[in-house]
C-alpha cells in the first residue's frame, strides 16, 4: 500500500537529513527560504503556494511549522523564538515513521537540505 506523502512530510525530512538540528525560527526568513528553495528545486514543494505581499507567503508553510511545535518534533527553546530545534524525540518519530515515505525523494531532498541549512542553519 502505498501512503500518501503530505507537505509535513516534506518538511520533517528536510529538518532530518540537516547535519545541524538548530535553525534560525524567524517566520519571515523561513517562508523567503522555502519560496527561494521551490524556485530552485521546484517539484517537491509543489503544495507551498506562496502569495506576494511584503515578502512571499505560504500559509500551509505556517500550519506546517505550528503543527510541528505542537506536536513536539520541534522546539523554540528560547522566548524570542530567534532559533528552534529538532528535538530527538521528533528525529526519532521521523526516522521510523516519515523516512520510509520519502524513499524516493532522498536525493533530491538532500540536495535541498545543504542549501536550508546555509540559509536557516544556526551560526
Given at each position: 500500500?502505498?501512503?500518501?506523502?503530505?507537505?509535513?512530510?516534506?518538511i520533517c525530512g528536510?529538518?532530518?537529513?540537516?547535519?545541524?538540528?538548530?535553525?534560525?525560527?524567524?517566520?519571515?526568513?523561513?517562508?523567503?527560504?522555502?519560496?527561494?528553495?521551490?524556485?530552485?528545486?521546484?517539484?517537491?514543494?509543489?503544495?507551498?503556494?506562496?502569495?506576494?505581499?511584503?515578502?512571499?507567503?505560504?500559509?500551509?508553510?505556517?500550519?506546517?511549522?505550528?503543527?510541528?511545535?505542537?506536536?513536539?518534533?520541534?522546539?523554540?527553546?528560547?522566548?524570542?523564538?530567534?532559533?528552534?530545534?529538532?528535538?530527538?524525540?521528533?528525529?526519532?518519530?521521523?526516522?521510523?515513521?516519515?523516512?520510509?515515505?520519502?524513499?524516493?525523494?532522498?536525493?533530491?531532498l538532500r540536495?535541498?537540505?545543504?542549501?536550508?541549512?546555509?540559509?536557516?542553519?544556526?551560526?
Amino acid at each position: 500500500m502505498v501512503q500518501e506523502v503530505f507537505a509535513d512530510d516534506i518538511i520533517c525530512g528536510l529538518l532530518f537529513l540537516c547535519s545541524k538540528h538548530e535553525f534560525k525560527g524567524n517566520q519571515r526568513y523561513l517562508q523567503e527560504t522555502i519560496f527561494e528553495l521551490k524556485r530552485k528545486h521546484g517539484g517537491v514543494f509543489d503544495d507551498f503556494v506562496f502569495s506576494e505581499d511584503l515578502y512571499p507567503y505560504s500559509q500551509l508553510l505556517e500550519r506546517v511549522f505550528s503543527r510541528l511545535e505542537l506536536s513536539r518534533i520541534i522546539s523554540f527553546d528560547n522566548p524570542d523564538y530567534k532559533y528552534f530545534v529538532l528535538t530527538p524525540n521528533g528525529r526519532n518519530y521521523i526516522e521510523k515513521k516519515i523516512m520510509p515515505l520519502l524513499s524516493d525523494k532522498l536525493e533530491i531532498l538532500r540536495n535541498i537540505a545543504e542549501d536550508f541549512e546555509k540559509a536557516v542553519g544556526k551560526e
